[in-house]
């Protein structure tokens, strides 16, 4: 098929968006060839997503006409735009659990099923550990264990009816230096929600050195908290340094049981690129699932295309990819994808 060799060459599709036309076309011949343009820039604007379209249809091009709920998301999305336009032999894919044509907006394994049927699934995954309700988890408590929403933890004996006040003791037994009212007026600020006030209490009662230089074994929430007391003057508060590189900044990501910095979560993110070999920042990932780097991926003629305004190929800017206003701003130029002028035409 002309299709599928476009949509793999050397792990790019070098024109997606025209292998899914044509498929389209197969089937619905009697759709305009702006129609189905039009509609596949909408659901999948970005060449990622086109691509991933593209190898699901050319390699099994019923899923757009058998109803089975498998594949990327965009071919429901797909069906969905094009089905008011007249489609005569295209079928909405159905739940894998329930079989309404319903959003798939959740996945089963490699089946597609739609959010009611994903809770239920949850649900029955983890009963509530209070009653054994297998409904929807609303909460978990000190133990990380589900609760439903008639088995708040927080009304347990022993929860506490002020978490906002047991944090605030933990605070105060280092006496940072700050009144009462400020304390509570900060810990309400950054943690809000009385769920977040429990959990943060629960964790400073099962290790309060988490304030004083352990935060990394803590949660997001209790990290927010030390920064926010820091920033409003409290002594005795000491900042979580970065388990890997020992500078003391905010820990924003979890590596391992841990959380580290920003720069030391991307190290552990660096791949060797399978075209130069290069161990760096994946930029893309090839049809295989291989990874790519910003420079082999600019350089590939799969990402190069001919502007409609000057007749140009050179590499899209990643706004033009999505056909969005603004793209090439930076040199005063306007940069039109030929194909994205072809999916203004009318939609009739």
Request: with cysteine; glycine share 12%.
């Amino acid at each position: 098929m002309t299709g599928s060799g476009a949509a793999g060459d050397g792990g790019f599709g070098s024109q997606p968006a025209a292998v899914i036309a044509a498929i389209v076309a197969g089937i619905e011949p009697g759709l305009g060839d702006g129609v189905v343009t039009a509609a596949i820039m909408q659901v999948a604007p970005s060449r990622a997503q086109q691509r991933r379209l593209a190898s699901a249809l050319a390699g099994d091009p019923g899923l757009l006409t058998s109803g089975r709920p498998q594949g990327p998301p965009q071919i429901e999305l797909l069906i969905r735009a094009l089905f008011p336009l007249g489609t005569q032999r295209m079928i909405l894919p159905g739940c894998a659990h329930c079989g309404q044509p319903r959003r798939l907006v959740q996945c089963d394994g490699e089946l597609r099923i739609c959010s009611a049927c994903d809770r239920r699934r949850r649900g029955a995954a983890e009963p509530c550990a209070a009653c054994g309700n297998p409904g929807q988890v609303a909460y978990r408590d000190e133990h990380g264990q589900p609760r439903c929403a008639r088995c708040r933890p927080y009304d347990s004996p022993g929860s506490g009816s002020d978490p906002v006040a047991g944090v605030m003791a933990h605070v105060s037994n280092l006496r940072p230096g700050l009144g009462q009212l400020r304390q509570r007026e900060v810990i309400q600020q950054v943690i809000p929600q009385p769920f977040q006030q429990h959990q943060v209490l629960w964790e400073l009662d099962r290790n309060p050195r988490l304030l004083t230089g352990e935060g990394a074994q803590g949660s997001p929430r209790v990290n927010v908290l030390i920064h926010a007391l820091l920033a409003a003057g409290a002594a005795g508060i000491v900042a979580p340094a970065c388990p890997s590189c020992g500078r003391a900044v905010r820990l924003s990501h979890r590596r391992g049981e841990r959380r580290c910095c920003r720069r030391c979560y991307d190290q552990d993110q660096l791949q060797a690129c399978s075209r130069c070999r290069q161990r760096t920042t994946v930029a893309s990932r090839t049809a295989a699932g291989e990874p790519v780097c910003a420079s082999c991926f600019r350089q590939d003629p799969a990402n190069h295309e001919q502007c409609a305004n000057c007749g140009r190929t050179a590499p899209l800017p990643s706004a033009a990819a999505t056909g969005k206003p603004g793209a090439g701003a930076a040199t005063g130029r306007r940069w039109r994808p030929a194909r994205y002028a072809a999916a203004r035409s009318p939609v009739t």
